[in-house]
């Protein structure tokens, strides 16, 4: 019934539908396989992409010819650039999206991209030979072979709902859990745990009083997260902020005795940094109210996700907590909230492309890695999807750097340090954040997506002339100048000191409140050179002149890590011979393998005096 396939990829989320697409266009044949063909890129949680560094990895992946950003675009019904008023490594994208029609263009996408079949079906186990995979078991029955296999089963392994003192098997609402892979595993060696997360309840928008809200709009000139020519959204819809108080907090005390999360029915461990309602009404009992965010599931629906009230409490708890938070007095609730228990493999026992060390050209990508949230999976995905076709086709891996994107950064975490919470990705788990901004996503990586042959050549060339376009607005500001009457009217409006003599513009861009386009304004010269410039390309300039010299003590700084990340550690090295590393030190270098001294030195356990010593012992 099926021909042999190049690579199998099982789950269609966000990891799943990144993989099969890259691997797909890159020219393998691929079949993704999903449980549930409806269900294809669901938003099992919030209706969001993006935030504080996920909106990077979103660009990220966008700038390598991923879809999430494309997907996005075609999706969004709001869209913020959060934390401007900080610098722009702070500066992370979101869009609230449309839940519906986003999956609908994922499926869209999926179905328009060539090498790239589909099939619903319930995989069980894995065919394995020597090590090797080399195919799937579906529940079905039937066994389809493959040169290499893609993990990215979300919370659907072994998955256990809870909700209150009720639990029922499942991976998602009202979808059956997946089991078999996980035993097959453990007896292949790998080790397993478990994990939880948890949503909150929907409610029908048109039961609640908005006048009761603080209302909450998306930028007046939004942007979007793709490189490439999608539309931008002008039209937005609003969200909406409201507050718990002490009632609702002492209402939902009253179920706690039967909070699975309590009670030590749930042995997986969350993400501390989304916690449950009650376990923050717990941890955080100082508070006397927590911010609800309040969150239209679509352009159409009149569904509400209720960001914030996260629980898996009984439904009439749960119930009974939302009717008293202002503007939910009337609330109909469509479904409840719930926690969900699943299996997950500890990354360490991976490498850094996502292949597992136990099975040749198994690959695992997403939540099955111990990660939280779509933009974490949907890179991971992409990252094995690429690194999968690269190695069956017999082509160098793709590995990315901890000093050349996020992406790099958060493989390196799982594969190197290992989670024991599910992993978030945060601006400050990147050391070299200021060189990995939303902005130049597209420069840094667009070249590497063109060299694998997922970016056209027109969009290289855009790119390069995005660049040659900065770097002259750049040279310009500092050859051209600017009078004292122009610029000082402009300066005491903007707060900043006014000037004593004539100076070039690119003295003045360097101050902190001071902007290219509110020069233009008053600089007929700068008026004219900008005229023909489209805004990212004005603001790539200004980023340019206000970080000058940051950037280049980073980049001294990136080039002195560079020296211990190139220095390569063999695969197979004998650390036993190294007597003067630590007992712990050997035992976690043998655990993990690390390719490089860089990768050695952030492994847990391994202190700088033991990377001094097996650098020396390298060297010689």
């Excluded at 453990?186 to 009083?209: C, N, Q, W």
């Excluded at 008026?527 to 000058?548: C, H, R, S």
Aim: charged residues 25%.
């Amino acid at each position: 019934m099926f021909a042999k396939y190049d690579l199998i990829v099982v789950g269609a989320g966000h990891a799943g539908c990144e993989a099969a697409a890259a691997a797909a266009n890159l020219g393998s044949s691929v079949l993704l396989i999903t449980m549930n063909m409806g269900t294809i890129a669901q938003m099992s949680c919030n209706p969001a992409m993006g935030g504080i560094a996920k909106g990077q990895i979103v660009r990220e992946v966008d700038s390598m010819g991923g879809y999430s950003g494309v997907i996005s675009d075609k999706s969004t019904i709001q869209f913020r650039m959060l934390n401007k008023s900080k610098g722009p490594a702070m500066w992370s994208p979101r869009a609230q999206i449309d839940r519906m029609r986003f999956a609908e263009e994922w499926r869209l996408a999926l179905e328009l991209t060539n090498n790239l079949d589909i099939w619903q079906d319930n995989v069980v186990g894995l065919l394995v030979k020597d090590n090797t995979v080399y195919g799937v078991k579906t529940s079905l029955g039937i066994e389809i072979e493959s040169s290499a296999v893609v993990l990215t089963n979300g919370t659907f392994l072994n998955g256990v709902m809870h909700i209150g003192e009720k639990k029922f098997g499942g991976g998602r609402t009202a979808e059956r859990a997946s089991t078999g892979i996980t035993e097959q595993l453990v007896e292949l060696g790998m080790e397993a745990g478990r994990m939880k997360t948890g949503t909150p309840p929907r409610v029908d928008g048109r039961s609640l009083d908005y006048s009761k809200m603080e209302e909450q709009w998306g930028d007046e000139n939004p942007g979007k997260f793709s490189f490439t020519d999608t539309k931008v959204s002008k039209d937005q819809r609003c969200c909406w902020i409201t507050y718990t108080n002490e009632e609702v907090h002492e209402t939902l005390k009253e179920g706690f005795e039967k909070s699975p999360m309590f009670t030590g029915r749930i042995k997986g461990l969350g993400p501390r940094y989304c916690p449950s309602i009650e376990d923050k009404i717990n941890r955080f009992a100082e508070r006397d109210r927590h911010q609800i965010f309040v969150e239209p599931e679509g352009w159409d629906t009149c569904e509400i996700y209720v960001n914030g009230f996260s629980t898996s409490l009984p439904e009439d708890v749960q119930f009974k907590a939302l009717r008293l938070i202002p503007g939910f007095e009337n609330a109909k609730m469509f479904r409840p909230g719930y926690a969900i228990e699943y299996d997950f493999f500890p990354p360490t026992q991976l490498s850094l492309t996502l292949e597992t060390k136990q099975i040749s050209n198994l690959f695992l990508a997403g939540q099955i890695n111990g990660t939280t949230g779509y933009e974490e999976a949907a890179c991971q995905g992409f990252m094995a999807g690429i690194n999968a076709h690269q190695k069956i086709t017999d082509q160098h891996e793709l590995i990315m750097k901890r000093s050349e994107s996020y992406i790099g950064v958060l493989i390196d975490d799982l594969v190197t340090k290992g989670t024991e919470e599910p992993y978030r990705m945060f601006t400050s788990r990147a050391e070299h954040r200021l060189l990995l901004r939303q902005d130049n996503a597209d420069i840094r990586l667009t070249p590497i997506g063109h060299a694998l042959g997922l970016v056209s050549d027109e969009r290289l060339e855009k790119v390069n002339r995005k660049v040659t376009a900065a770097d002259a607005l750049v040279k310009f500001t500092k050859q051209q100048g600017i009078e004292m009457a122009d610029a000082n009217p402009m300066l005491e409006s903007l707060g900043s000191s006014t000037l004593n003599q004539n100076v070039k513009i690119h003295s003045l861009v360097g101050r902190p409140h001071v902007g290219l386009q509110d020069i233009i304004k008053v600089s007929t010269h700068l008026a004219n050179v900008t005229d023909q410039l489209d805004n990212e390309t004005i603001e790539q300039a200004e980023i340019k002149i206000k970080y000058e010299s940051y950037f280049e003590k980073e980049n001294e700084i990136v080039a002195k890590m560079l020296k211990m990340e190139d220095r390569e550690i063999q695969p197979n090295f004998d650390y036993n011979k190294v007597v003067s590393i630590s007992k712990e030190a050997r035992e976690k270098l043998f655990k993990i393998k690390p390719r490089t001294l860089g990768q050695a030195s952030r492994i847990s356990g391994v202190s700088p005096s033991d990377i001094s010593v097996l650098m020396v012992f390298i060297n010689k």
